[in-house]
């Protein structure tokens, strides 16, 4: 094996090997909780190696064994790969930091179990990732459901085991129905599953059947939440903050959006995609999403039930660059993957920190609470800024290539649902942080302080802001994507 | 090496002899010793079997040296030698479980005559999969009903509805096994001779001919019976839920494969050239019924609560998949088949030891409501269940993924896009009724105090055997998917 096929494996076996840490450390808490954030470091370090092998053009690819003719247990980073792997081990350090903060500052139960399910979700989205073709994809996409059902359903009330079912029922069927014949499909007629640049479809491959076979991935991913299969995401909401930080704000949607968008660069191809015009009703399909979920996330007043609707509406933006099918905009929905992940996990973590710290769970109770969590909004405020697209925050560029995708697509109406979506978030978004520091308190609030809880969503807002300025880094992966 | 020359015969004369043995041995144990060493023994020949296979291709076994077409042959080649292997292999299997769970369901001094029929009914597993004449396999096929019905008729002492199940069984087989032997006798009459391959021959020199094609029809009938094939499935629920545990899991595994096994060898080996009337089965008849026979299986398993008797009507819906890809007439679809017999045998055994090991921690029957809060209670079977589970609706890394997986592509080769689509409801419906049974299992607490054995080792131990095979077949497919390739190879070069 040469060196890149080691770092490889590193990177995806790490996650594993943390989740058996938690098991073999049940009993020493403080050793089992150190398990994620180095297991977080070394895939982070990894994952960094392997982005940065890929921008040299190097290959990273390991096969193992053949599943089926044309088919083997293979992972093969692409640009795109590379992308969701950093992200994915990059917030998994702050994460684990944060569960621990959060997990003990709540006083959960089950804590070994839930890190355990913790780490092995983490191994599947990397596997996700970096998987080599469409089966391995579709195989860990499957494992993700499985290993965050324990998670979704951690506090076994009533009401989590109803959302659990949902959560279940949803993604389970979804896939079953319409992802998997859709891989299979694409097996019979192509002969292999592997990822290429300008997609693996014959030539041959009838027009009228690629809004079929583009509607049964879009809506057989069910991870990405297109509505109308995303309600399992508000949901999925009675989990513990950090599942809905890292999981359904990061590696689980992302997930489902990072197919999609694998589906349309390294399947499809975005000029076959583009010239048969089979993914324009796609773009309407996000358009609605993008639309539809923002005015849903004003009636909300539970505050991470407003975050996810703001996660599935900032879904289908990514969903809405992969159906446009242009350079810019394909780019553009890769680079809202970075963008929309950072702010986003902050905005979860701060949601987590205020009910950790002050034990407030809905926006109207937020009043006068800013001057006591002064850390903790003013990180909300910057991850808000970013999720709207003001600069100099990160958002502000994938929400830029969207809207040049857009224009290259020739669909203008498409700049304006960016733009009302944006005046939408301006309006639910920070609502939040004006009541904390404008409005006066109606009552007094005990507030604690777990320092864990609170450094994370700092450092991921400050992590936002530097990828404005440090988007150069990230800009080689997305350019060898589109290129041919 | 002599021995190896006579291993076709060896695997049907050794557990013969020692059945009868074994009947006028005193003590349950010994007759289990001996019973277990005779399934280790065929085992290891069926290995060996596969070994001959893989270098020559076919194997033929002329009983006394008569040669065919005037004495009787065993013929194994590469349709049916992974067959004899799965036989084999769940017999071990299930002998090693029934040394705690059969024993528990049935009085002591019956013990060393239930391990007799035991044993004729896995002679009888192995003269079926191999034997290459037509009449020959009549008489297999009533060893084989007469030995599972007193097998399932042992289930009285638990519950009396196992003699019910008995005599359905006993009346609705000897129909069968008449439609099938009155099939014979016209193709007979037609072609003068009774070894398979002659008649292939034979039917060439005659054309079409009315009387063989009658005979087709009724031997066709008739194996259908025998294999659990809705809509002459009625027999199957009730016979595997009120069986004893061990023998439901032998049943359930292998029985019914071994003559779906032997009615594709029928439609593709042996009459495939009668190819009007074949085409016509396949695509009016076993198509519909298949489809019809998976949704009814599986929407009367999502209704079910008796554990037993909802994964014998999920066996109906897995028998449709097999049958529907068999109906597919193309050489993807029949390996698909051939795959799915292995893998489905290997899934529902695990399932119904599962459940006995339940039903005997709990001292009662399996129910939605004797299960509650169960699987927290013994969490190693339960997660032998699961995955057993998990590989029946097809997930991925089990071998119920790749059963799927080549069913669908040949679906998708037919270029028929709403069979795809029924398909695909369906697998997902099945989903309905494993999650039903998860919750109850996991999710719910006990009405009351359980008061629960420990989970015997000896019972669990052949449960994880045939899960890991499970998953070593899921994640390493190659074998698998080789050995169906190869049986339709087989079948489709042998005409």
């Excluded at chain 2, 369901?105 to 004729?120: H, T």
């Excluded at chain 2, 009724?218 to 009730?238: D, E, N, S």
């Excluded at chain 2, 809060?373 to 995955?387: C, E, H, K, L, N």
């Excluded at chain 2, 998860?438 to 009351?448: D, S, Y």
Aim: some cysteine; glycine content about 8%; proline content about 4%.
């Amino acid at each position: 094996m040469s060196d890149l096929q080691v770092i490889l494996c590193i990177s995806l076996v790490i996650p594993l090997v943390s989740a058996l840490g938690v098991l073999v450390f049940a009993k020493y808490p403080n050793i089992r909780d150190i398990c994620g954030p180095i297991g977080g470091i070394i895939s982070f370090i990894a994952a960094v190696k392997i982005a940065s092998s890929i921008i040299q053009g190097d290959i990273v690819y390991i096969s193992l064994w053949q599943i089926a003719p044309g088919i083997s247990f293979s992972f093969n980073v692409t640009p795109l790969g590379a992308i969701f792997g950093l992200v994915a081990s990059g917030l998994w350090i702050l994460a684990s930091i944060y569960t621990v903060g959060y997990m003990r500052g709540s006083g959960e139960k089950n804590q070994t179990r839930f890190a355990f399910y913790y780490a092995v979700a983490i191994h599947a989205a990397m596997a996700i990732a970096y998987s080599g073709n469409l089966l391995m994809l579709f195989i860990y996409y499957e494992i993700l459901t499985f290993s965050t059902y324990p998670l979704v359903t951690h506090s076994q009330t009533e009401a989590a085991k109803n959302a659990g079912r949902l959560y279940m029922g949803i993604l389970v069927s979804t896939s079953l129905l319409l992802f998997l014949p859709a891989v299979l499909w694409v097996w019979t007629i192509s002969g292999t599953l592997d990822f290429r640049q300008g997609g693996i479809l014959p030539s041959d491959f009838p027009v009228i059947y690629v809004p079929f076979l583009l509607a049964m991935f879009a809506f057989g991913i069910g991870k990405a939440a297109l509505m109308p299969i995303h309600r399992w995401l508000p949901a999925a909401m009675v989990a513990p903050t950090p599942v809905s930080a890292l999981l359904h704000a990061v590696a689980v949607v992302k997930a489902g959006v990072f197919s999609i968008l694998t589906v349309t660069v390294y399947i499809f191809g975005i000029d076959f995609l583009n010239a048969s015009g089979g993914a324009i009703w796609l773009a309407w399909v996000a358009a609605f999403t993008i639309l539809a979920s923002s005015i849903i996330a004003i009636s909300k007043n539970d505050l991470k039930a407003r975050l996810a609707y703001s996660t599935i509406s900032q879904l289908s933006y990514i969903v809405l660059g992969a159906s446009l099918a242009t350079a810019a905009a394909v780019e553009g929905a890769a680079l809202h993957i970075v963008m929309h992940a950072t702010a986003k996990i902050t905005l979860f973590f701060c949601a987590g920190a205020i009910y950790v710290n002050a034990h407030v769970k809905n926006i109207s109770d937020l009043d006068g609470l800013g001057p006591k969590l002064p850390w903790v909004f003013i990180a909300f405020f910057l991850a808000s800024l970013s999720i709207i697209g003001i600069p100099p925050m990160g958002g502000s560029w994938s929400k830029f290539l969207l809207m040049a995708g857009a224009v290259d697509a020739a669909m203008p109406a498409m700049l304006l649902v960016l733009a009302v979506s944006s005046l939408l978030n301006v309006y639910y978004l920070l609502e939040p942080v004006l009541r904390a520091f404008f409005k006066s308190a109606k009552k007094d609030i005990h507030v604690e302080k777990h320092v864990l809880t609170i450094i994370p969503p700092v450092i991921t807002a400050a992590i936002s802001l530097v990828l404005f300025f440090a988007v150069d880094w990230i800009m080689p992966l997305t350019n060898l994507m589109v290129v041919q | 090496m002599p021995v190896f020359d006579n291993i076709p015969a060896l695997l049907v004369v050794l557990p013969l002899i020692a059945s009868a043995i074994v009947s006028l041995l005193p003590s349950a144990r010994v007759a289990w010793i001996l019973t277990f060493v005779v399934t280790l023994l065929c085992l290891f020949m069926a290995f060996e079997l596969v070994d001959i296979v893989s270098n020559t291709s076919s194997f033929s076994y002329a009983f006394g040296g008569w040669e065919p077409p005037w004495g009787i042959v065993f013929v194994v080649d590469g349709a049916n030698v992974y067959l004899v292997l799965l036989v084999a292999f769940i017999s071990v299997v299930s002998t090693f479980y029934a040394y705690t769970i059969l024993a528990a369901e049935i009085a002591v001094e019956d013990l060393p005559k239930a391990y007799s029929v035991w044993l004729l009914a896995i002679a009888s597993l192995f003269g079926l999969s191999m034997t290459g004449d037509a009449f020959n396999l009549f008489v297999f096929l009533e060893i084989s009903a007469l030995s599972s019905i007193t097998l399932i008729a042992l289930g009285a002492g638990q519950d009396r509805r196992a003699l019910l199940a008995a005599y359905n069984y006993l009346i609705i087989g000897a129909i069968g096994a008449t439609f099938y032997v009155i099939g014979v006798g016209y193709l007979y009459a037609a072609t003068g001779t009774l070894n398979l391959t002659d008649i292939v021959d034979r039917l060439n020199e005659l054309g079409t001919n009315q009387a063989a094609i009658t005979g087709l029809a009724f031997m066709l009938a008739g194996i259908m019976v025998k294999a659990g094939v809705f809509p002459v499935h009625i027999w199957l629920p009730a016979a595997y839920s009120f069986a004893p545990s061990a023998v439901s899991s032998l049943l359930a595994a292998v029985a019914t494969k071994v003559a779906i096994y032997y009615f594709a060898r029928l439609l593709f080996g042996i009459f495939a050239d009668i190819t009007l009337l074949v085409e016509f089965f396949l695509l009016y008849i076993l198509m519909p019924v298949s489809i019809i026979g998976i949704f009814f299986g599986t929407i009367a398993a999502i209704y079910q609560t008796d554990l037993k008797r909802l994964f014998a009507l999920s066996s109906i819906a897995q028998i449709g998949y097999i049958t529907l890809a068999f109906s597919l007439n193309s050489n993807s679809g029949i390996s698909a088949g051939f795959i799915h017999i292995i893998n489905h045998a290997l899934i529902k055994g695990s399932i119904f030891m599962a459940i006995g090991i339940f039903a005997f921690c709990i001292g009662k029957r399996a129910t939605m409501t004797s299960m509650q809060g169960v699987g927290r209670q013994m969490p190693i079977t339960f997660a032998g269940f699961v995955v057993a589970g998990l590989a029946l609706v097809g997930m991925p890394l089990t071998a119920g993924f790749i059963s799927k997986l080549y069913l669908f592509k040949a679906l998708f080769e037919t270029n028929n896009g709403i069979l795809v689509a029924i398909i695909a409801f369906s697998s997902v419906l099945s989903v309905l009724y494993l999650w039903k049974i998860f919750e109850v299992m996991w999710l719910k607490e006990p009405t009351k105090p359980l008061k629960i054995e420990k989970e015997p080792i000896m019972a669990y131990l052949p449960v994880w055997m045939m899960v890991a095979v499970i998953v070593v077949f899921g994640v390493y497919s190659n074998d698998i998917v080789m050995s169906g390739i190869g049986a339709a190879n087989a079948l489709i070069g042998a005409n």
